[in-house]
Nanobody, 123 residues
Framework: QVQLIESGGGLVQTGGSLRLSCAASGRTFSWYTMGWFRQAPGKEREFVAR????????YYADSVKGRFTISRDSAKNTVYLQMNSLRPEDTAVYYCALDLRGTSSEPRDYDYWGQGTQVIVSS
């Protein structure tokens, strides 16, 4: 059984930084695409970033491009999301997820999800 556990969320001021971590267990996750998504109150879950197996390919939502960086440490079975220049509109619960079948940006294509970690950016 795959488990994904996020950490690193918190309260930060506008312009600040946070690094989220997602620790995976249960299978050799380095062979699969890992993604970060977020969901703000009253809004649908949206794609933030994804990273391919091996960490060779990354892809970002336009709203975070240039500010967020996704990376993975396969030896530690951990994926990271470095978030810089944070804005109030980045406030959301952030989820990591595992895609067993491809390299999608759609939440419905991801097979396993973490419980989420809250990020609040104050203005």
């Amino acid at each position: 059984q795959v488990q994904l556990i996020e950490s690193g969320g918190g309260l930060v001021q506008t312009g600040g930084s946070l690094r989220l971590s997602c620790a995976a267990s249960g299978r050799t996750f380095s062979w699969y695409t890992m993604g970060w998504f977020r969901q703000a109150p009253g809004k649908e879950r949206e794609f933030v970033a994804r990273i391919s197996w091996g960490g060779i390919s990354t892809y970002y939502a336009d709203s975070v491009k240039g500010r967020f960086t996704i990376s993975r440490d396969s030896a530690k079975n951990t994926v990271y999301l470095q978030m810089n220049s944070l804005r109030p509109e980045d406030t959301a619960v952030y989820y990591c997820a595992l895609d067993l079948r491809g390299t999608s940006s759609e939440p419905r294509d991801y097979d396993y999800w973490g419980q989420g970690t809250q990020v609040i950016v104050s203005s």
